[in-house]
């Protein structure tokens, strides 16, 4: 111990060594302690307490006289103040530490006290759950007594609503065998629903005991009551057709022209006195109609009585309708447009009237209806077919089919389909026997008054018949005129008078004025020429051709009227024989005419079919199929080649006949317009040929036979040309000047042909354009064939122009022949045609340019 407290000693010395001390502080924290010790001394000092301490400490015996010189004193002085000061300052505490002491001896006592109280609860808790259970037991039998006696009255409920079921049929059959019992009272109603709830309460509990039995007795009065209501409704509509049949005898006998059916008194006595019933039918239908949805009895019934109504209403109506229809078909005798119109019409109104005279009765729909209505109309069928499969005339064919097919079946029956819809299946029936009837005659007009047609002498009258209407038309434009210039040379005198204030009573001596006023007048006034037509007779739709027009009018009637596929079979063989009676009126007018007419009369009216055939917007294509019997020749021939194979197991001859030689089929696509095309490019051809000929033929012609003789000439040598004619100069010169004088006095003619012929500007230079060509293109061959064979002098004696101006030469006379076209352009197109004959639907648009273009393909 003494050891320890010497190293202590010895560390507190070095605590603050100068050197190598323990703690070494910095010189400023020693300045910091150095003031904290004069002012902790300067602060003991100056206090009292300081005094009292430390005469504490000397009374303690604390200090010891000589006071505290060591570091263990001053330990043990601060131990014995720190524990002196703990006892001062703890009192407080040791007192509070005992009342807590004493505080816990009262808890324990309380305590032993609650558990002897928690001892005495839980004895009375235990007695009071006995007393408790059997309380309970008591309650569970009392409330299961009172479910059972609920239970058992709930039974006695039931049984009681379940007998009631079964204890009201005898008072049911009771009251439905009283005399005086009325379908329309409260107590039948009655009756009925508690019948159908009785049906439907047994059905529902079939297994109840002599469930059957009584399903059967109800069932029995749920016939009974079906009955009374069947016959009830059957005697009212018997005697709503008793009186309108005795009422309609009565009218008959007072006026035996009335037609029933379209008078304003048949028509109120034949619905009113339906409608006059309707109030009384309609409760009970209504109710029929409800339990119909449910009840095959009830279902049943309303069928029977819809049947019942129709067949009364047939009665009624039936008569009245023929009596009608044969009435309409005395007054249009020959009309059968008219006849076919007022017949739809009557028929037509009486399907809506009984349509809406139905639902008016009923409100679910009944497939008799439609049986009724279209049976109503069969009449309508007996009466006006008779009368269409005897017509013959296409025209009134087609306006039939137009009735039926777009008035009756367009506009009305597909917009009211409903109560039109047997109407509408007798009208597609006569639709039918109306357009294989059209198809028939077709066919047979088609032969023969296209296929077959002969034409008369006026019908060939080409270029005659044309340049007489020509002179028929400018006659009435002169006539016209000289109207026309009278007319203002009248408003010009007077207006004059009136200007000078002249009595017009007063006659005038004085030309000079009206003449100069009558020439002022003129002078603003257009006058029509002959060169300023815009109509050309080629384009009258009386003078086309009558094969052309008949074709037209017969497609254009078949359009409207037939379906698709069998106007496209019938507009092949119509075009087709169009186009073969336009070949042969071209072949017999050429024999009477000149070919240029037969081409030019050809290739016009092959344009007019093609554009009237443009606004039919169908396809004129058409399948047909042949056999292809070329292999059969062949495999016969193989066949006897092979006899030795005939019985033979493998190659057999006659299996390879069988597989080989079979004929087979072939399709092919007929287009009409591709027809007509064919046709009108061929016939362009032929006329562009055949006006280079007549243009230039003495040139052709040597062109020819040069070719086909070739001379060889030496043009350098000079040598004199031999004496053949090809090679004479003065020959060749005589030939071209032979060949300019055709193009000057036939180039005119042609030109002028083809505008009477087609009097349309563009379809005009588009035919004269290849002409042109070919003419220049014969005199470049002639010129180079020329070089080749004469000499420089011989070319020039023999005067052979170029191709350049040939070609000035020919648009030259072509801009003569134009001065006298109209600056209008003279459109052939199609119109509206206005014969005796029919129409045919108009186009809108000029295609002869275009044709031509697409056709000639120049």
């Given at each position: 111990m003494?050891?320890?407290?010497?190293?202590?000693?010895?560390?507190?010395?070095?605590?603050?060594?100068?050197?190598?001390?323990?703690?070494?502080?910095?010189?400023?924290?020693?300045?910091?302690?150095?003031?904290?010790?004069?002012?902790?001394?300067?602060?003991?000092?100056?206090?009292?307490?300081?005094?009292?301490?430390?005469?504490?400490?000397?009374?303690?015996?604390?200090?010891?006289?000589?006071?505290?010189?060591?570091?263990?004193?001053?330990?043990?002085?601060y131990a014995t103040l720190e524990s002196k000061y703990d006892q001062t300052e703890c009192t407080r505490y040791v007192r509070y530490l005992e009342q807590l002491k004493n505080r816990t001896v009262e808890c324990h006592d309380l305590c032993?006290?609650?558990?002897?109280?928690?001892?005495?609860?839980?004895?009375?808790?235990?007695?009071?759950?006995?007393?408790?259970?059997?309380?309970?037991?008591?309650?569970?039998?009392?409330?299961?007594?009172?479910?059972?006696?609920?239970?058992?009255?709930?039974?006695?409920?039931?049984?009681?609503?379940?007998?009631?079921?079964?204890?009201?049929?005898?008072?049911?059959?009771?009251?439905?065998?009283?005399?005086?019992?009325?379908?329309?009272?409260?107590?039948f109603m009655d009756l009925t629903n508690k019948i159908e709830e009785n049906i439907n309460f047994i059905e529902k509990h079939n297994t109840f005991k002599e469930a059957l039995s009584y399903l059967v007795k109800y069932r029995h009065c749920q016939s009974k009551a079906i009955m009374m209501m069947q016959q009830w409704i059957y005697d009212l509509l018997e005697q709503a057709t008793e009186s309108i049949l005795?009422?309609?005898?009565?009218?008959?006998?007072?006026?035996?022209?009335?037609?029933?059916?379209?008078?304003?008194?048949a028509l109120a006595l034949f619905y009113g006195r339906f409608q006059s019933i309707l109030p009384k039918?309609?409760?009970?239908?209504?109710?029929?109609?409800?339990?119909?949805?449910?009840?095959?009895?009830?279902?049943?019934?309303?069928?029977?009585?819809?049947?019942?109504?129709?067949?009364?209403?047939?009665?009624?109506?039936?008569?009245?309708?023929?009596?009608?229809?044969?009435?309409?078909?005395?007054?249009?005798?020959?009309?059968?447009?008219?006849?076919?119109r007022q017949a739809c019409a009557l028929l037509l109104h009486a399907s809506i009237d009984e349509h809406r005279l139905f639902y008016q009765f009923f409100s679910i729909k009944s497939p008799a209806l439609i049986g009724y209505l279209e049976g109503l109309c069969n009449s309508l069928y007996d009466i006006l077919r008779p009368s269409i499969i005897h017509i013959n005339h296409l025209e009134t064919l087609a306006e039939i089919c137009c009735i039926l097919r777009i008035e009756m079946l367009e506009e009305h029956v597909q917009n009211n389909m409903e109560c039109l819809e047997g109407f509408g299946?007798?009208?597609?029936?006569?639709?039918?026997?109306?357009?294989?009837?059209?198809?028939?005659?077709?066919?047979?007009?088609?032969?023969?008054?296209?296929?077959?047609?002969?034409?008369?002498?006026?019908?060939?009258?080409?270029?005659?018949?044309?340049?007489?209407?020509?002179?028929?038309?400018?006659?009435?434009?002169?006539?016209?005129?000289?109207?026309?210039?009278?007319?203002?040379?009248?408003?010009?005198?007077?207006?004059?008078?009136?200007?000078?204030?002249?009595?017009?009573?007063?006659?005038?001596?004085?030309?000079?004025?009206?003449?100069?006023?009558?020439?002022?007048?003129?002078?603003?006034?257009?006058?029509?020429t002959k060169s300023g037509t815009t109509n050309s007779p080629a384009d009258l739709h009386g003078m086309w051709y009558p094969t052309v027009r008949r074709t037209l009018v017969c497609l254009s009637r078949l359009y409207r009227c037939v379906d698709r596929p069998?106007?496209?079979?019938?507009?092949?063989?119509?075009?087709?024989?169009?186009?073969?009676s336009i070949e042969v009126a071209r072949d017999k007018i050429e024999a009477r005419a000149t070919e240029l007419d037969a081409e030019l009369f050809q290739i016009k009216h092959l344009l007019i079919l093609r554009e009237q055939l443009a606004p039919f917007q169908v396809d004129f294509t058409v399948k047909e199929y042949s056999l292809d019997f070329s292999k059969v020749k062949t495999a016969a021939f193989g066949l006897l080649e092979k006899r030795s194979r005939f019985f033979t197991l493998s190659n057999n001859a006659l299996l390879e006949f069988f597989l080989e030689g079979a004929p087979r089929m072939k399709e092919h696509l007929i287009d009409s317009r591709k027809h007509v095309d064919v046709k009108l490019k061929i016939s362009c051809q032929r006329l562009i040929q055949h006006s280079t000929r007549l243009l230039v033929e003495p040139i052709i012609i040597y062109l020819e036979k040069f070719k086909f003789r070739n001379p060889v000439v030496n043009a350098n040598s000079g040598a004199p040309p031999s004496n053949d004619?090809?090679?004479?100069?003065?020959?060749?010169?005589?030939?071209?000047?032979?060949?300019?004088?055709?193009?000057?006095?036939?180039?005119?003619?042609?030109?002028?042909?083809?505008?009477?012929?087609?009097?349309?500007?563009?379809?005009?230079?588009?035919?004269?354009?290849?002409?042109?060509?070919?003419?220049?293109?014969?005199?470049?061959q002639f010129f180079q064939t020329l070089q080749m064979t004469f000499t420089t002098e011989q070319q020039i004696l023999i005067g052979c122009p170029l191709p350049e101006q040939v070609s000035v030469m020919l648009s030259s006379s072509s801009l003569v022949s134009a001065r006298n076209i109209p600056n209008d352009k003279t459109q052939s197109q199609p119109r509206e045609i206005n014969n005796d004959e029919t129409n045919i639907t108009p186009s809108d648009t000029e295609v002869f340019p275009q044709s031509l273009n697409e056709v000639v393909n120049i």
């Open positions: 003494a050891i320890v407290e010497g190293n202590i000693l010895i560390d507190l010395i070095k605590w603050d060594s100068p050197e190598n001390a323990l703690a070494p502080l910095s010189k400023q924290q020693k300045n910091r302690i150095i003031r904290l010790e004069e002012e902790s001394s300067t602060f003991l000092l100056s206090n009292d307490i300081n005094e009292a301490t430390i005469a504490c400490l000397k009374s303690e015996n604390l200090l010891d006289n000589e006071g505290i010189e060591t570091y263990r004193q001053l330990l043990r002085c032993e006290h609650i558990e002897k109280a928690l001892e005495d609860f839980s004895t009375l808790s235990k007695q009071y759950a006995i007393v408790s259970g059997k309380t309970t037991a008591l309650h569970d039998a009392t409330e299961q007594l009172i479910s059972q006696q609920e239970k058992l009255n709930d039974m006695y409920h039931d049984i009681a609503i379940y007998v009631k079921y079964f204890k009201e049929g005898d008072f049911i059959m009771e009251k439905l065998e009283m005399p005086n019992l009325s379908v329309r009272s409260e107590l005795n009422q309609s005898v009565v009218i008959k006998e007072q006026n035996e022209n009335t037609a029933l059916g379209i008078a304003d008194t039918v309609k409760p009970i239908i209504d109710i029929i109609e409800k339990r119909s949805v449910n009840r095959q009895e009830y279902e049943s019934l309303l069928g029977d009585c819809q049947q019942h109504y129709l067949m009364k209403r047939g009665s009624v109506l039936g008569t009245s309708v023929r009596k009608g229809l044969q009435s309409i078909k005395e007054s249009h005798k020959g009309d059968h447009c008219s006849l076919v299946n007798i009208c597609l029936q006569l639709l039918h026997d109306a357009q294989e009837r059209l198809v028939f005659r077709a066919h047979l007009y088609l032969q023969s008054d296209i296929q077959n047609y002969n034409p008369s002498p006026g019908d060939l009258a080409y270029p005659d018949k044309l340049r007489m209407m020509e002179d028929i038309a400018e006659t009435l434009r002169e006539e016209t005129r000289q109207a026309r210039i009278k007319k203002i040379s009248v408003s010009t005198v007077s207006s004059f008078l009136e200007d000078h204030n002249i009595d017009s009573t007063v006659p005038v001596t004085s030309t000079s004025t009206v003449q100069s006023a009558r020439n002022n007048h003129i002078a603003f006034e257009p006058i029509s069998v106007f496209q079979s019938l507009s092949r063989e119509a075009i087709t024989y169009c186009v073969e004619e090809l090679c004479d100069p003065q020959k060749v010169s005589a030939m071209v000047s032979e060949a300019l004088r055709m193009i000057k006095f036939r180039l005119p003619n042609i030109q002028q042909s083809m505008q009477l012929y087609l009097a349309n500007r563009e379809t005009e230079s588009i035919l004269f354009r290849p002409i042109r060509n070919n003419v220049v293109a014969t005199f470049t």
